[in-house]
Each structure stands twice: as C-alpha cells, then as structure tokens.
C-alpha cells in the first residue's frame, strides 16, 4: 500500500517547527551571552546572604533556561522529522509539547514569570536602580531581542498546532486516504 502524497499542512508544520527549533537555539545563545553581566549585576548588589542567594537563583535561572531552549530544539526537530515520515504519535507529541510551550511563552508577557528578585532589604539598591543596572550592563539588543523572539514563537506555535489539526494533517498522519 503506498503512502498518500504529504499536504502541504503537513510540510508547512515541520518548516514552522524547524523554525522554532531554530529560534530554540538562538535564545539558548542570546542567554548565555546575557547572563553573564546580569548575574555580575546580581552579585554586585547583594550586601549578604540572602542578597547572594538572590544572584545564585538568577545564575541558575539562566542555566535552566539554556538547557531548556537546547532541549526544546531537540524536540522540535526531531517532531519535525518524524511528522514527515507521516507519525501520527508525533503529531500528537507536537500539541502536548506546543501547547505547555505556547502558554508559558503568552504568561511570560504579562509576567507572570518573572521573579521580585530585587523587592527586599538583602539588596543594596531598590528596585528601580537594580533594573537600571541590569539593563545598563545586559547587552542592548536582549531585551528587544527576548520580545521579538517571544513573538514570533507565539506566532509559530500557534501555526503548527492549527496546520496538525487540519484534516488533511491528520489523514496523512493515520494513513487514510
């Protein structure tokens, strides 16, 4: 029995999901070359323990989110290579995978992941000032950068679970014809 032809749903989802994988692999750059100075910053405040714990956590943080963007690129590829060969099980591992990634990237706009990691007496300077140092030593280009990425992962995570649930998408994918 041959193999129906592949849809385009089908193909536009795995160059979206290389896309991801891609966008993957530069946050995981774009945050080591920005974790250093932030966490200098960090330390630089921190009068005592608490204070230093404050930048161990930013440290760890930084490192939580390399290893996950090297994981997630991972992921992506090789859902991205097993949906062409037609896998209905990773058309259904890309939507558990997308969906989780899709909201903590929407709840990272409004937020709700970011910590007050400056907000008590164990840092030398409010708030405020601990910011302005972060964004006076961090490169320019991050925060910019960490928005736009946001956005265009929104966007492509978005596309790859509406072009799987597509009819064709799933025809393909369970091999009807």
């Known amino acids: 029995m041959t193999r129906q032809p592949r849809p385009a749903e089908v193909t536009a989802a795995v160059v979206l999901l ?11 750059i774009a945050s080591a070359i920005t974790a250093g ?3 200098r910053v960090y330390q ?24 996950q963007a090297g994981v997630l690129a991972v992921a992506f590829s090789v859902l ?3 949906l062409l060969r037609g896998s209905n099980i990773a058309r ?22 970011s910590t007050p990691l400056g907000s008590n007496g164990n840092l030398s300077s409010p708030t405020t ?19 736009a990425e946001g956005v265009i992962s929104i966007a492509l995570l978005i596309s790859v679970i509406i ?15």
């Open 37 to 39: 100075p932030v966490i």
């Open 163 to 177: 072009l799987l649930l597509r009819p064709p998408a799933r025809r393909y994918t369970l091999g009807l014809r």
């Open 129 to 147: 000032e601990l910011a302005l140092a972060v964004a006076q030593e961090a490169p320019a280009w991050a925060a910019p950068y960490a928005v």
């Open 18 to 28: 290389a896309a991801e994988a891609a966008f993957q692999v530069a946050n995981a």
């Open 44 to 67: 630089r405040y921190a009068i005592d323990e608490v204070g230093a714990r404050h930048a161990w956590i930013v440290d760890n943080n930084y490192t939580g989110i390399i290893w």
């Open 80 to 82: 991205a290579i097993f």
């Open 92 to 113: 259904v591992l890309t939507w558990v995978l997308c969906i989780p990634v899709l909201g903590l990237n929407l709840l990272g706009f409004t937020g709700g992941t």
